[in-house]
């Protein structure tokens, strides 16, 4: 079998593995939400927020969001299109864009996506890294599109058969929207 329909083949069956896993690992496991109030007031109030959470915590993060329409920013690369494919059944929309690939288009989206009324949902560390360090991109779109950004995260215990996990939410930060880009420093 060639190298090319191997990849295909990857790029259709590990998106829909996944998909289960993560179906599978919620039906397990006991999720308890910290400060989800601050999310649902903030929706309760009609507004929108920047969700931002670390590479590592992706796995769970479509249980975040419970009943929200959601746009995630997700890298215009293969990588990216393997995520894409599993959260789309969650009902989360995907727009395209990296740093180094289709940054315009990807920006283009979620101010769309934003003026639709939906959350974004952003991994600020990016897949470049390095991990659990902000890079600028969220900081610009949260200054682009003058929403808070609120971060959230997940962890679990290793507890088996059946572990439980966390879900955390915290305040959320506004950037002023006349912030210039040379005062955006991490």
């Not at 993560?22 to 929706?43: A, E, F, G, K």
């Not at 991994?123 to 950004?149: C, E, H, N």
């Not at 962890?155 to 305040?171: D, I, Q, V």
């Amino acid at each position: 079998m060639s190298k090319k329909i191997k990849k295909e083949i990857l790029l259709v069956v590990a998106p829909i593995i996944a998909h289960l896993m993560t179906r599978i690992i919620h039906l397990t496991m006991r999720i308890t939400y910290v400060n989800y109030d601050r999310y649902r007031q903030l929706s309760a109030e009609g507004r929108q927020s920047i969700l931002a959470f670390w590479h590592s915590r992706i796995l769970m993060m479509p249980y975040g969001y419970p009943g929200k329409v959601l746009t995630t920013l997700v890298s215009a690369h293969k990588d990216g299109e393997l995520i894409a494919r599993t959260v789309r059944p969650f009902g989360i929309l995907c727009v395209r864009g990296s740093s180094t690939r289709g940054w315009f288009k990807g920006l283009r989206g979620v101010l769309q996506s934003v003026k639709d009324g939906r959350d974004i949902a952003i991994t600020p560390d990016g897949p470049k890294g390095p991990a659990r360090r902000a890079q600028m991109g969220a900081l610009q779109i949260a200054r682009s599109t003058g929403l808070p950004v609120m971060p959230v995260s997940f962890g679990a215990s290793k507890k088996k058969p059946f572990p439980a996990g966390t879900l955390s939410y915290s305040r959320t930060h506004s950037l002023a929207a006349s912030l210039s880009a040379a005062n955006l420093s991490i």
